[in-house]
């Protein structure tokens, strides 16, 4: 078994320890986040650093890397406090990851990659037409992480749109059903097979097995 100390972490060449300790985590949700700037000029970047941080009210938070280097997705989310989460699926992997290509601000990674900006109910961010799940979020709090000079940004949720065959009907969503994909690290994506669904665990008595379906 590999062991590595904090110490051994600092000292592995830079690639290396970029994609090891993003892998980590294990497996993470893959989303485009749809921006524009106040001119209307619109921006889509690949990201896996939303986690769910309530649900009444409905919060999503979503780190990003320090600002220090131009950062068109954080400087329209600051300028108009709104954006777009969108579920990555198996058929627009490839023009997901394209979005992580350094492109100058002035062209539109929507028009460079090949997807669809979407304007739905007057929501001024754009969503990826061609994602199955989109969530329209507004920008309630910016927390700096002094660590590394990341930003922990706090979303409330305005809109969600889902296909029904997706929305099961205690609430929970049958993701694989959409073709929502997870990324492993940079640069895998997987698809989701379920092996297992448990009702609440409560002390003393047997978890109860739910239906996949």
Known sequence: MSHFT???LTALEKVFRLNL???ITGFKPANLLGTTDEQGHTNLAIISSVVHLGSNP???GL???PPSVPRHSYDNIRATGFYTLNHVHSGIIRQAHATSATIARE????DA???TAEYRDGFTAPYVQE???QIGLQLQ???PIELNGTVLLIGSVEHLYLPEAVLRPDGSLDLPAAGTVALSGLDTYYTATPVARYGYARPGQPVPELPLD
């Open 6 to 8: 904090a110490a051994d």
């Open 21 to 23: 300790i993003n892998a």
């Open 58 to 60: 409905a919060l999503l």
């Open 63 to 65: 780190v990003m890397r």
């Open 107 to 110: 062209v539109s990674e929507f």
């Open 113 to 115: 990659c090949g997807l």
């Open 131 to 133: 994602s199955q799940l």
């Open 141 to 143: 709090q910016e927390i």
